[in-house]
């Protein structure tokens, strides 16, 4: 009978805080009740309330950490690796609230690393620009930007406060060509203060270039904590044969 009843409390205490979860009630970061806290409240073992709180970590729902106890997940966004997306929906797809902060912006002659980047043949202007986007009040997306200003001249003027680059060029230039590269990389102490991760985390990086009519528009490399974002792309078939 105490097999039973404790299958049973597992499923109702499991049900309970997966309803408060998705409600949010329980927003991302809220810490769950340490395990001898659930046990007393459902009046059952603490083994029972460890297998619940095991079984939400395994669904992603919440986080565990060592000696801090258990946390509610940060929702992880999708996006198609193939489209680009706004930032901004990503976040809002959350139902968080969105917001960015332009951490640095500097308008210079391209060096050889810029040129490169942007597939550019001779020295030309480009506007660096780093921002910072937040899901809620937590970081959500490194955004490491170059804009040709040879491309986009229009783009000098614009400050970025109240729309971010993203948001702006998508807008502002009609493009005819994209590329995306993406990578697994390690944080360093650079992209970890700013993203206010661990150094070392683990993150997905999207680098992204993209071409109009004109000329090479931009080259952005946006960096997401591994645990915070998913790609997904979806494919038919086709070809001959």
């Not at 043949?121 to 910072?132: F, G, K, Q, R, Y």
């Amino acid at each position: 009978m105490t097999i039973v009843r404790d299958a049973t409390l597992h499923q109702r205490i499991l049900g309970d805080i997966e309803a408060r979860i998705v409600s949010g009630e329980w927003p991302p970061g809220h810490r769950i009740p340490f395990e001898v806290d659930l046990a007393a409240d459902y009046n059952c073992s603490r083994m029972t309330a460890n297998k619940v709180l095991t079984q939400l970590a395994k669904s992603g729902l919440i986080e565990r950490r060592k000696k801090s106890g258990s946390f509610v997940a940060q929702p992880r966004a999708q996006s198609a690796v193939l489209a680009i997306a706004e930032i901004e929906a990503e976040v809002q797809s959350l139902r968080l609230a969105y917001s960015h902060v332009v951490h640095a912006r500097e308008k210079r002659r391209a060096n050889a690393s810029d040129k490169q980047r942007l597939e550019l043949s001779e020295a030309a202007s480009v506007l660096d620009i780093t921002c910072i986007h937040h899901a809620g009040p937590a970081p959500f997306c490194l955004e490491e930007r170059l804009i040709s200003l040879a491309t986009v001249p229009e783009a000098e003027a614009e400050t970025f406060a109240k729309i971010s680059p993203g948001t702006w060029l998508l807008k502002q230039v009609p493009w005819s060509a994209a590329e995306n590269r993406i990578s697994a990389v390690s944080a360093d102490a650079s992209v970890a203060g700013l993203l206010d991760i661990e150094k070392g985390t683990a993150c997905l990086v999207i680098e992204r270039r993209t071409w109009s009519p004109a000329g090479p528009v931009t080259s952005v490399r946006l960096t997401y904590p591994g645990d915070r974002h998913a790609l997904v792309a979806k494919f038919a078939p086709g070809g001959e044969g």
